[in-house]
């Protein structure tokens, strides 16, 4: 296994989290341009771009199992990029939601078919170094991808957003083309009818070490968006924090998200996955704990706000890539198809988050630091009824 393939499954994961957070400062330029649909509309095109990456990850996830890793990701980069040059000419806002909607059929190929990549190379402790990788661009992207869409603003209008997109989407189709192994080889493919696709994804959700890991990892994601979503009216409506100091106090978040998965081999080959899981979700609702007393009590103020919610961040970059692996370790034979389903469930559950974070938001930290809450609480009991991992050394 090359040294830099690791790198180029995460440029290709980090394709899709950009072009879910990127243009998120565009909004109200985006309405502005239009004049359509009056404040607020532009959410619409982030509706449709959910949907599309919950049916095209199962799509993709059916379609890499068929036809190999390559194809489809190569396919899947064309249609982002041909999507992604919709959106920079669209006319009008209901040709940018539909070209967004293509756009996540496109992209959820590099989000889902990169973790069966490494489910057909490494299994155990070797997937867990190579899956950190993948679960720090997943995770750490998000955050990032605001402020990078800011910059992007200062240079150009909100179009701009859109052409670096479809340049990220082409060279992705380049690089898997020049570079990318095919790891699963006709042997090991497998074509099924529709009867036979909706059987194996509820054999796949019915198997306990499957739905117990990916729920466990998709409560972090809820959490994780929970802040994504909530965290810009906290910080600067509530706190009075300017949109630099926002930049960086996100960028904490991150930083927290990244030391976490980093961290998470070492920890992982010294005291096993299954304990490093528990010990982190223990963690994070430890720390979520301490921050709704202090968010309804006003105790701490700011401080306490960044400081609590970047330890839980790093919690989650230690409990992600165990979950992903542990998720996939039993389903060898039709990993993109596990990894689709995987995608889908933990992307359903963070559009939840981010819509109930606009819903219940009042400003203050306290309904976001709740949503976060719920999502680690989850994550808790799916912990408590998982299987361990094997020579995961569960405590």
Do not use: K
């Not at 509706?47 to 899947?76: K, M, N, S, Y």
């Amino acid at each position: 296994m090359p040294g830099w393939l690791p790198l180029l499954l995460g440029y290709l994961t980090a394709l899709g989290p950009l072009a879910t957070d990127m243009y998120l400062p565009a909004f109200p330029a985006i309405e502005a341009t239009f004049g359509a649909g009056g404040t607020g509309a532009a959410q619409a095109t982030l509706a449709t771009w959910f949907a599309g990456l919950a049916i095209g990850q199962i799509v993709q996830g059916t379609l890499a199992d068929r036809f190999g890793r390559r194809g489809p990701l190569i396919a899947g980069a064309v249609l982002f990029t041909l999507a992604s040059l919709g959106c920079a000419l669209a006319p009008d806002l209901g040709t940018l939601t539909l070209c967004r909607f293509l756009q996540a059929v496109g992209g959820s190929a590099s989000m889902v078919i990169p973790r069966a990549v490494v489910r057909d190379l490494a299994d155990g402790l070797a997937a867990a170094r190579m899956m950190a990788r993948l679960i720090l661009v997943m995770g750490a992207a998000p955050i990032l991808a605001p402020s990078l869409g800011g910059l992007l603003l200062l240079l150009g209008d909100w179009r701009l957003i859109f052409w670096v997109l479809a340049f990220y989407g082409l060279s992705s189709g380049l690089l898997v083309w020049r570079q990318l192994p095919e790891t699963l080889p006709p042997a090991r493919r497998v074509a099924l009818g529709p009867g036979e696709l909706a059987a194996r994804y509820a054999a796949v959700a019915r198997e306990r070490a499957f739905i117990t890991h990916a729920l466990m990892g998709g409560g972090t994601m809820f959490a994780l968006f929970a802040f994504i979503a909530g965290g810009p009216p906290v910080l600067i409506g509530h706190f009075g924090v300017s949109p630099q100091g926002f930049a960086v106090l996100f960028g904490l978040g991150a930083a927290g998200f990244i030391a976490g998965s980093q961290a998470n081999p070492p920890l992982a080959a010294r005291f096993g996955a299954d304990r490093v899981m528990r010990a982190a979700n223990r963690t994070s609702l430890g720390c979520l704990a301490l921050l709704a007393a202090a968010a309804a009590t006003g105790t701490g103020g700011l401080a306490a706000v960044v400081a609590l919610i970047a330890a839980t961040m790093a919690c989650g970059g230690l409990v992600m890539p165990n979950a992903a692996v542990g998720a996939l370790s039993r389903h060898a034979a039709h990993a993109g198809t596990a990894s689709a389903l995987m995608g889908a469930l933990q992307f359903t559950l963070a559009a939840t988050a981010g819509a109930l974070a606009g819903l219940v938001g009042d400003g203050t930290p306290l309904p976001m630091v709740l949503l976060m809450l719920a999502g680690i609480l989850g994550a808790a009991v799916a912990d408590r009824f998982r299987p361990p991992l094997s020579g995961g050394g569960r405590g």
